[in-house]
């Protein structure tokens, strides 16, 4: 695989989704990067509001991406929501992000739901291997889902979702002398979700806890013969606490952890081809790179918890139509450093809902600096009831 490739996953993978605010010659830095990064990206307000923590918290539209079995205890009967992010804003000006979800209940224990995820990565001018300009191209990258979720108890459910994933990278030019095309994969999420409300201390309270193991699914590859390359498995915990401390106050406080289910690249020192090869190319199998991933680690059990990204929300509702939200989001500086707080508001009607986040780096100079997304929501039972 030539260094156009190449050039094109260190720009649209490493730089867009897990950019590495440490220099890559920092002792110790040995960052996972994945294929398809747009996956792992937070598509909606109300998680992103809360420094990424969504897996666990309490059922809303956009559980789709955090995990799908919270459907099961949403108590509107349908519902569709429409995020939207303009993406790098402080290095270019057209990148974007849009998310369209939806649910459906079945009946009182089953549920379908399903979104479609579309990142435009704008215009890029190519350059070979002797750094001169090329063509230009405008890649993008979607995602389209469906899910299913059912009650397994009173307080516990699951669901299982499948996902078709298309990456347009490389503008169909030859790659060592072959034609290059869209990638292609297949990917499943499997999880689990808690929900129990409880009284005490004269409170209504909810704690709820959920489990996504996420795009577990096939290598994507750009041409015949080429090497393919990880897409973003990985693993979320999370859980939270839902607290009215009167009938107009409503406190929510989330954690969550997150770890990449891929192979870890080997330390050392590397060429540019090898670099890129370790990091996306490895021969292992899907299914013996997560189990490997726990254990791969080249710096031990030290480095296994480095790659272990952890997020911290509160959230706070006014009788049940204004909300405001913080969070934090923490990754080792080993790891990609991707440190910052969030903030963001809510507001709620009848039938809609609209949202936004704000997300403000810790580093001065930092790419996802202003970072913005939008969510308005439409409850169409709701709609129907005022009919």
């Known amino acids: 695989m030539i260094k156009l490739v190449r050039s094109l996953f260190i720009v649209l993978g490493v730089f867009y989704a897990n950019f590495t605010f440490s220099q890559g010659s920092m002792s110790g830095t040995n960052t996972i990067t994945t294929a398809v990064p747009f996956l792992s990206i937070t598509p909606d307000s109300r998680a992103g509001g809360m420094g990424d923590a969504g897996v666990g918290t309490t059922p809303d539209l956009s ?23 303009p993406w790098l804003r402080a290095l270019v000006d057209d990148m974007n992000l849009a998310y369209l979800v939806g649910y459906k209940k079945i009946d009182d224990v089953q549920t379908v739901s399903s979104s479609l995820r579309y990142f435009d990565l704008g215009q890029l001018i190519t350059r070979d291997e002797y750094g001169q300009e090329g063509i230009q191209i405008v890649p993008n990258e979607f995602s389209i889902d469906i899910g299913y979720s ?74 015949e013969d080429a090497e393919s390359f990880f897409i973003p498995t990985s693993l979320k915990l999370g859980a939270a606490y839902t607290t009215k401390a009167d009938q107009y106050n409503i406190f929510t406080f989330a954690f969550e952890a997150n770890k990449l289910l891929v192979p870890t690249p080997p330390k050392g020192e590397y060429d540019e081809d090898e670099i890129i090869t370790d990091f996306f190319g490895s021969d292992k199998s899907v299914i013996a790179g997560i189990f490997s991933s726990f254990g791969d680690a080249p710096g031990g059990l030290q480095e296994e918890l480095q790659e272990i990204n952890l997020s911290a929300g509160v959230e706070y509702w006014y009788n049940n139509q204004f909300a405001l939200r913080a969070g934090y989001f923490w990754e080792h500086e080993n790891k990609g450093n991707r440190k910052f707080l969030t903030a963001g508001a809510g507001f709620r009607m009848n039938v809609f809902a609209l949202d936004f986040s704000y997300l403000l780096p810790t580093q001065q100079n930092h790419p996802l600096a202003n970072t913005l997304r939008f969510t308005l929501s439409f409850d169409v039972e709701a709609f129907g009831n005022q009919r």
Do not use: C
Request: no cysteine; hydrophobic share 40%.
């Open 63 to 85: 559980s789709q991406h955090w995990n799908p079995a919270k459907y099961a205890f949403m108590e509107s009967d349908m519902g569709v929501s429409l995020s939207y992010s």
């Open 150 to 223: 059912r009650l397994l108890s009173e307080v516990f459910s699951g669901a299982v979702a499948i996902r078709y994933i298309r990456s347009d990278i490389t503008g169909g030019q030859l790659i060592g002398g072959a034609a290059s095309r869209p990638g292609n994969s297949y990917a499943a999420d499997v999880a689990f979700y808690y929900y129990n409300e409880f009284r005490a201390n004269r409170k209504d309270n909810i704690f709820s806890a959920g489990i996504n193991i996420q795009n577990i699914g096939a290598k994507i590859s750009y041409t």
